[in-house]
């Protein structure tokens, strides 16, 4: 049982609602699910679908073949029709669409009408869509009463019992009309957490003892804001909606100088405006996170769309040289984890650290059983009250052995905390003499940076522990890449390297990953860039050359099927 469902239409036309409702349904009936989102830059109309797949067993990727598509307008027909698979349907409104198709693979619903009569408008034709999607694949309506109440909740009960009342309507209607239905769904397992890339750094930063967030809205990153927006007053997290992003990152350093913990979000242009700020960062050893959710540049670029194409900006980005550390997790599990390790070590290291994501994570919508909480680490690296005011004396950039100077919070004791921009003695006031200077550089860099670099995790090893095919990718190629391993024979002896920790650049000690590269025949570096970023990256910290490349910048995501097609290829001409 593998099943994909495309919900197409214009912006506007609820697509996003339909594709969440029925991607909760399914988790919450115990079914794996993955979706994926495609749209345009644009309030309304174009053309956007969002895609749901389903299993009974886990799924991290999009198919090529789609077996409903819920078409809300006529280029959703026209640009998917040859995308249905050999006993897939097409459900559309004759009556809508002003259109009507003969062909057996089509059915056509009275959306509208059946919204009118059952549920009071025809506004809630979606809710119609969404019954009769239930109602094709056999699972039973009544899981929706509590989406639907949340859902509907701003609109009152009355709101809420049409959309039931419609979303039955069109159960029923598949239910008792739709001959040429076939899908069988296996047994199903207890219901699933459901949860997006965004939603999932925004649950760590949470959980990581955030209390300031401050962001412009840019596309894929705003859905971290709204993520914490949403908890802030449960938690007691101030949000600011920031005039730019040169605000934003000035204001997240402001209140982790005064001592909380704080982040910012964004994505490739306001990063480019960040950078000054991140160079601050480095230079008063302000701890930091900032989100950056990669879309296709350059400029504005292809805003709602995918890429990988901001890992070197995020390498280099800044003036000077100061340590960071840069994570790039592959799922939502991975983004919860590693946005409470970048906080943790942010502010244990005094550095700034990114979460470097994408909108094709940013917005997928993943399954999983629960996850450990125990994992999530907080420790509290600040100097405070008592502890700080016990002090004869406090220097905020006190040499020390490892270089870590003590984290004093400002007005929390008769000692002065200060800091500057400018380059600084101990006691945080500018200076210009050489010494100094080569003493600062020491403390800040070359004292600090071994001590991160051994708190890098190696990549994951997935598949054959003695590979002679290896593909290797980072960030959000993580489930196509794990799924097209899955794909081969045993005896191919295939298995992946996911890199989700890449700054400062993995060693071999924990894990030697090399001498794995080096002892496969055939090893294929897979990103969504042009240039191949990562494997310039690898090349320059370890001398190593992939002997293939796979990318990917048509601001589209890899599907299994696409990915498997390339895969293949290239083994069968090795």
């Not at 994909?4 to 349904?25: C, F, H, M, P």
């Not at 050999?86 to 004759?94: A, M």
């Not at 705003?222 to 007691?236: D, H, L, R, V």
């Not at 101990?426 to 003493?439: L, Q, V």
Request: overall charge negative; hydrophobic content about 40%.
């Amino acid at each position: 049982m593998d099943y994909s469902i495309k919900i197409g239409g214009e912006a506007g036309q609820g697509i996003q609602t339909v594709g969440d409702t029925l991607a909760l349904v399914l988790a919450r009936s115990g079914y794996h699910v993955f979706t994926h989102q495609d749209y345009e830059s644009r309030i309304r109309g174009g053309h956007n679908f969002f895609q749901v797949r389903l299993s009974a067993s886990p799924v991290s990727s999009s198919r090529d073949k789609i077996d409903i598509i819920v078409a809300f307008d006529k280029e959703s027909i026209t640009r998917h029709e040859n995308e249905l698979s050999e006993n897939g349907l097409i459900i559309y409104d004759s009556a809508v669409l002003k259109e009507k198709h003969n062909a057996a693979h089509f059915l056509d619903i009275p959306f509208a009408s059946l919204a009118t009569e059952k549920g009071g408008n025809k506004i809630m034709a979606n809710s119609v869509a969404i019954g009769a999607v239930l109602g094709m694949l056999g699972i039973k309506h009544h899981i929706l009463s509590d989406i639907m109440c949340t859902t509907f909740k701003k609109g009152g009960s009355d709101v809420i019992q049409g959309n039931l009342n419609a979303a039955a309507a069109g159960h029923a209607w598949t239910s008792e009309n739709c001959s040429r239905c076939s899908f069988s769904l296996d047994k199903a397992s207890s219901k699933k957490i459901l949860i997006a890339g965004n939603d999932a750094i925004g649950l760590g930063a949470i959980a990581s003892g955030l209390k300031f967030y401050s962001a412009y809205p840019m596309t894929p990153s705003t859905g971290i804001m709204n993520y914490i927006a949403g908890k802030g007053e449960e938690y007691g997290i101030i949000v600011e909606q920031a005039e730019d992003e040169i605000a934003a990152i000035n204001m997240a350093l402001g209140a982790s100088f005064a001592g909380v913990r704080s982040m910012t979000g964004t994505s490739g242009g306001g990063f480019a405006l960040m950078v000054e700020g991140l160079s601050l960062a480095g230079m008063t050893e302000t701890p930091v996170v900032i989100a950056l959710a990669q879309r296709p540049g350059p400029a504005t670029g292809l805003p709602t769309r995918t890429e990988q194409g901001d890992l070197q900006f995020a390498l280099y980005s800044a003036h000077g040289e100061f340590p960071r550390v840069i994570f790039a997790p592959g799922n939502p599990e991975q983004a919860l984890y590693l946005t409470n390790k970048a906080f943790d070590l942010a502010e244990k290291y005094q550095i700034p650290a990114i979460i470097i994501t994408d909108q094709y994570l940013a917005d997928s919508l993943w399954t999983f059983d629960g996850f450990d909480l125990d994992k999530l680490k907080y420790t509290d690296y600040r100097l405070r009250g008592e502890a700080l005011e016990s002090l004869e004396g406090y220097k905020r950039h006190a040499f020390t052995d490892n270089g870590i100077s003590p984290l004093g919070v400002p007005g929390d004791s008769r000692h002065l905390v200060v800091t500057d921009s400018d380059e600084h003695d101990e006691d945080g006031h500018i200076i210009e003499d050489a010494e100094t200077r080569n003493k600062m550089i020491d403390k800040r860099l070359f004292r600090k940076l071994p001590m991160i670099r051994q708190e890098i995790e190696p990549p994951l090893l997935y598949g054959d522990q003695n590979p002679a095919i290896v593909l290797i990718g980072w960030g959000s190629t993580y489930g196509v890449m794990r799924e097209s391993v899955d794909t081969f024979p045993r005896e191919k002896r295939v298995a992946m390297l996911h890199f989700s920790e890449v700054c400062p650049f993995p060693s071999t000690e924990k894990f030697d990953y090399l001498k794995l590269l080096k002892g496969a025949s055939i090893t294929i570096c897979i990103e969504n860039n042009a240039t191949g970023q990562f494997a310039r990256l690898v090349r320059t910290e370890t001398g190593y050359e992939f002997s293939h490349r796979i990318n990917r910048y048509d601001g589209r995501p890899f599907t299994l099927d696409s990915l498997s097609g390339e895969l293949n290829a290239i083994i069968a001409g090795n």
